[in-house]
């Protein structure tokens, strides 16, 4: 089984809202991963969690917050969002980081930020 | 920045087979090549990976040439639940080169 879910499947927000986003996996996987891909796009990397700890942030604002609250959950807080940030946010897991180990992705949730 | 090179846009009529190539010019000897795809609005989905040697499971095959600048991913009977965007995506295996860069992908198109 290699399934990633996410919760909501569409978000609509207004820009003083606060929001988020949640991701479970129940693979086992110890490195988690949140994905923007704006629209005709590929998908960018945001953040990498490693053993519930963030290994990596690529340079993302700060309206974006991830918490990893254990291994199988993954979320993402969205607070003072622009319109720009509209976009399909992918979460995705694989079993470690830092190995090259096969990525598995969610659906996505397709947020539009008004 | 993506490592590697796809066609914009490729057609394949129902029940052949379609062959996507890639290039990876400089692709270095750790690394891994992998294809991803992507179906309209949903998540990327993973196909396949290899190293060196030519990999088939139950989705496609991967093959890459000896000295390892190129590949083709092969669907051997395309349907059309196979149009998407496809990704060949270069990977290392250490801690800082195993992220997934995605490339703008090859838009493969599968007619009746």
């Known amino acids: 089984d290699t399934e990633v879910t996410q919760t909501p499947k569409h978000l609509v927000m207004g820009m003083t809202n606060k929001k988020s986003l949640k991701c479970e996996q129940h693979m086992g996987h110890r490195a988690m991963y949140w994905y923007k891909q704006k629209a005709k796009k590929p998908p960018e990397l945001m953040f990498v969690?490693?053993?519930?700890?963030?290994?990596i942030n690529e340079s993302v604002p700060s309206r974006f917050s991830p918490e990893c609250p254990n291994s199988s959950l993954l979320n993402l807080h969205l607070h003072a969002l622009q319109p720009e940030d509209s976009a399909l946010y992918l979460c995705?897991?694989?079993?470690?980081?830092?190995?090259?180990?096969?990525?598995?992705f969610g659906p996505g949730t397709r947020l539009t930020v008004l | 920045d993506a490592k590697t090179t796809q066609p914009t846009s490729m057609d394949c009529a129902e029940g052949r087979a379609a062959n996507l190539p890639c290039n990876h010019s400089t692709i270095s000897g750790n690394e891994y090549v992998y294809w991803y795809r992507q179906i309209h609005s949903q998540g990327p989905q993973y196909i396949i990976h290899?190293?060196?040697n030519n990999e088939t499971n139950e989705m496609a095959s991967l093959i890459i040439t000896e000295d390892r600048k190129s590949s083709t991913l092969i669907l051997p009977h395309a349907t059309l639940r196979d149009t998407a965007v496809y990704y060949c995506i270069v990977r290392g295996r250490s801690y800082n080169t195993d992220k997934l860069i995605f490339g703008t992908g090859t838009r493969l198109q599968v007619f009746p």
């Open positions: 969690y490693s053993y519930e700890k963030l290994s």
């Open positions: 290899g190293l060196k």
């Open positions: 995705a897991s694989s079993q470690v980081a830092g190995w090259g180990d096969t990525q598995y």
